[in-house]
């Protein structure tokens, strides 16, 4: 592993289905050998806002259409490593809510790397026990609070 921790910029989409499920994708880390589940996301393009990265990667991960993605996020303090690499930075999680019960996901335009890991994805009722970050639930509790606290 780094010593030193990676803080490139990254942003993350929590979707909702009709029934409040939460998509989350599921990923091998070969290095430290273990998956997790977490919701689609990735790194921020130079040039390009925290917004335009959460719903470019929706539909690079997803085939879900972007534009599902709002403009309201949380702020979240991550702490992480995969494959190898310590992530330590905040990333906005974004929301995206689809009228539909689990919308197909069609995960077209992964990197080489996303594939080798890639396992699968899931609409949660419940949040596995590998589901990165592990305060998932409060995270999409602030998105989804009609007052809008701590959402921006």
Do not use: N, Q
């Amino acid at each position: 592993m780094t010593d030193a921790p990676d803080d490139r910029p990254a942003a993350r989409v929590v979707c909702l289905d009709r029934d409040g499920r939460v998509l989350l994708l599921h990923w091998y880390d070969r290095v430290a050998r273990m998956d997790v589940w977490e919701p689609p996301g990735g790194g921020i393009d130079p040039g390009e806002t925290p917004l335009e990265a959460a719903r470019r990667e929706l539909t690079e991960e997803t085939g879900l259409p972007g534009s599902a993605v709002l403009d309201r996020f949380v702020a979240v303090e991550r702490d992480f490593s995969w494959l190898g690499v310590r992530y330590v930075k905040t990333e906005p999680f974004f929301l995206a809510r689809f009228d539909t019960v689990r919308p197909h996901v069609d995960p077209g335009e992964l990197t080489e790397e996303e594939h080798a890991a890639y396992l699968g994805y899931a609409w949660a009722e419940e949040l596995p026990a590998t589901v990165d970050p592990p305060e998932l639930a409060k995270i999409v509790e602030r998105l989804t609070e009609e007052s809008g606290g701590g959402a921006h």
